[in-house]
């Protein structure tokens, strides 16, 4: 699905925001992207989601090598991948329907299937009454209820979020994740930036961590603990307790 | 939950740009210039083809009155005049007008009073020629036996009103291109500043799957609404123009300036005008923002 080779990202001619990066998202995984504020998470959401080109490196996605997709190629790729933006990146102008159903005008779905898909999926959202509503007069979490919903609306391969969480309760955090669940479990591969530990610790994911610009990928906690359970087991114990 | 109905609408915000509201009087004001312009020459065609049918292959012979000079009377000299003119091939006819149709003719210029059987009118002989008549000759002629005759061919002057004619038509199309070059320049420029204004939108689009037509028809279907509304503004306000002016000549008492009035089918030519501007805007505006996007990432 995804693979990064070596990766490095650097704006003009400041020093690399990212160095070195590489690893490989299978088709229908589900990984958190962790790091401390400035450690690149939203620079390697714009290199996924084809906003930026790597200044080195190879970026392959959907089996495409990237280096070797031509402008005109892009739309096509990127009809494939759901963004959930940090600052919503809602249209003011817009109700929140005409908001989601700009990836289905897009593709060229008919028009009563969109104002169908739109509102079911905006009601499932909590927010069927608002749907008529523009971003100026909806919350903050409303806001990113509508960003979230027009990231799915067209059932995407590849979903990315930056801090989707941020602006909501408890309550609804977790039913988006439970969303994005439904997605994966669907074969979506998702990937969410975020700095909610309660969520990772009650999603059992694998994790992209970025330090300084650089990634590590933590395997999901299950597997860890599963992985020391069978390194309890191999263990022979403490040398004074072997005896005993 | 009852659906709205789903109002035509625009991913961006061009409306409200300032830019946009400028788009469509300065249009109207086009099409205003543009439908006078199309209409004058329209009507310069008109009267051309009207003077051709009329003057074409015609002489005029005009035998002046010579009081105190040792010639014959005027009407003999006319019917000497009329004797030369039927006598040369290539003439059809030659008639001698009556006083009550010179009176008609110098009405204009001397009022009711041209009819006034003490002025001293001169006579005159339409000639309808049908063939090659030699104007020189026939000048020598007509001097030897009727003086005080002058010929008069129509086709020099008629040439003269022809080339006058084709100048102002030239001058209607050269006014025309200027406005279309106008109506180019103005959508550029709303377009380009529509992309600069919206950029940030444009790109979002972008990353969200738009293509670059995506977004141009966006900006087409908006420049083509506004060119269409500030068209037919233009063409009503044009119309009403025409149908002041010739109202206007038919309150003339001397019939000096030729009738104003369009045909049915030139009104129909001049609902061309919004449709060509509207037309001009859609291929212009494509291809400023297909250009301007190419040029991002």
């Keep these: ?244 | 939950m009852a659906l709205r109905p789903v109002r035509p609408r625009s991913d961006l915000p061009l409306a409200v740009d300032p830019s946009s509201r400028f788009l469509g009087w300065i249009t109207a004001l086009m099409a205003f210039l543009a439908a006078l312009a199309l209409a004058g020459a329209m009507l310069v065609t008109d009267m051309a083809q009207r003077w051709d049918s009329g003057l074409a292959g015609g002489l005029t012979v005009q035998v002046a009155p010579m009081p105190g000079a040792p010639v014959a009377p005027l009407d003999e000299r006319a019917e000497a005049a009329l004797t030369v003119l039927r006598s040369v091939p290539g003439i059809r006819s030659a008639t001698l007008l009556g006083g009550g149709e010179i009176a008609r003719l110098l009405e204009p210029w001397l009022g009711a009073g041209a009819a006034d059987p003490l002025l001293p009118m001169p006579r005159l002989i339409d000639v309808v020629a049908d063939g090659p008549v030699d104007v020189a000759a026939l000048r020598l002629r007509l001097t030897s036996a009727a003086p005080g005759a002058t010929l008069d061919d129509h086709a020099v002057w008629l040439a003269d009103l022809r080339s006058f004619a084709g100048a102002i038509r030239l001058a209607a199309l050269g006014v025309v291109v200027l406005i279309g070059a106008a109506a180019v320049m103005t959508v550029v420029f709303a377009v380009r500043t529509g992309l600069a204004i919206h950029r940030p939108v444009v790109e979002l689009l972008h990353l969200m799957g738009a293509t670059d037509r995506y977004v141009s028809r966006q900006f087409e279907r908006h420049v083509v609404g506004r060119s269409l509304r500030g068209g037919g503004i233009g063409l009503l306000l044009a119309g009403g123009t025409m149908y002041g002016l010739h109202r206007a000549s038919q309150g003339l008492r001397a019939s000096l300036l030729p009738d104003l009035a369009l045909q049915p089918w030139q009104w129909g030519a001049l609902l061309l005008v919004p449709a060509g501007l509207a037309l001009l805007a859609l291929v212009t505006a494509r291809w400023t923002v297909l250009r301007t996007l190419e040029s991002m990432p």
């Excluded at chain 1, 962790?34 to 290199?47: E, H, M, R, V, Y």
């Excluded at chain 1, 759901?82 to 919503?88: E, I, K, L, R, W």
């Excluded at chain 1, 602006?167 to 439970?178: A, S």
């Design chain 1, 1 to 244: 699905m995804i693979r990064f080779e070596n990766v490095g990202l650097r704006y003009g001619t400041e020093a690399e925001v990212l160095r070195d990066i590489s690893f490989t998202l299978q088709p229908g995984s589900f990984h958190f992207l962790t790091g401390a504020s400035g450690a690149g998470k939203s620079s390697l959401l714009k290199l996924m989601y084809l906003a930026h080109r790597p200044s080195r490196g190879l970026v392959t996605l959907f089996g495409r090598d990237m280096a070797m997709v031509t402008r005109r190629d892009l739309p096509e790729l990127r009809r494939q991948i759901g963004v959930v933006f940090q600052d919503f990146a809602l249209l003011d102008h817009l109700s929140a329907l005409d908001n989601v159903a700009l990836p289905l005008r897009m593709a060229g779905t008919p028009e009563a299937d969109v104002v169908a898909h739109c509102s079911e999926i905006l009601r499932w959202v909590g927010l069927g009454n608002h749907l008529h509503a523009t971003p100026s007069t909806l919350s903050g979490g409303q806001k990113q209820r509508v960003a979230i919903a027009r990231s799915v609306i067209n059932r995407p391969r590849l979903l990315l979020a930056d801090e989707p969480t941020g602006n909501v309760d408890d309550g609804i955090g977790m039913r988006l994740l439970y969303l994005f669940e439904e997605l994966y479990k669907l074969g979506t591969t998702v990937v969410i930036a975020t700095h909610n530990e309660a969520l990772i610790r009650r999603f059992d994911h694998p994790r992209l961590h970025l330090d300084n610009g650089r990634l590590m990928v933590l395997p999901a906690r299950g597997r860890v603990e599963a992985r020391a359970k069978d390194a309890r087991a191999n263990d022979p114990g403490p040398i004074d307790q072997r005896w005993e």
